[in-house]
């Protein structure tokens, strides 16, 4: 079972599914093989393409929660989080400060649950 949130909300994929693509947002993606443990990957956009046979994903970036630097995080989270509330600047991009703060705190998450 593959689970990951989609621009329109949360998906989860079961074996033969029927086929679809759709893009991803900045989130976790759960992936369950064989009952075994869950597989967490911090995926920052992208788009996932559903096969019947398997799940396809083109990611702009991605981290598993081993690969993530904690301390690089808080620091990309309390920069992107200035920017915002120097937004009402004309010289910060909104949008760009948004995503940067959505990976930041998605890799803070999954390193916080990984030690947790």
């Known amino acids: 079972m593959v689970l990951a949130k989609g621009i ?5 994929i079961l074996p033969n599914h029927i086929p679809f693509v759709t893009p991803l947002r900045i989130a976790a993606v759960r992936a369950k093989v ?3 443990k869950d597989h967490v990957i911090a995926v920052h956009g992208g788009f996932m393409e559903v096969r019947k046979d398997k799940v396809v994903i083109l ?5 598993l929660p081993e690969e ?14 200035a920017r915002l509330r120097e937004a009402r600047g004309e010289k910060v991009d909104f949008a760009r400060a948004q995503k940067a703060l959505a990976r930041a705190m998605l890799r803070l998450d999954l390193k916080n649950q990984n030690n947790g």
Not at 8 to 12: A, N, P, V, Y
Not at 59 to 63: G, M, Y
């Open 34 to 36: 064989d009952g075994q």
């Open 8 to 12: 329109e909300g949360e998906l989860g």
């Open 68 to 81: 993530i630097d904690f301390d690089r995080a808080a620091r990309a989270r309390e920069r992107a989080e």
């Open 59 to 63: 990611a702009e970036s991605a981290e």
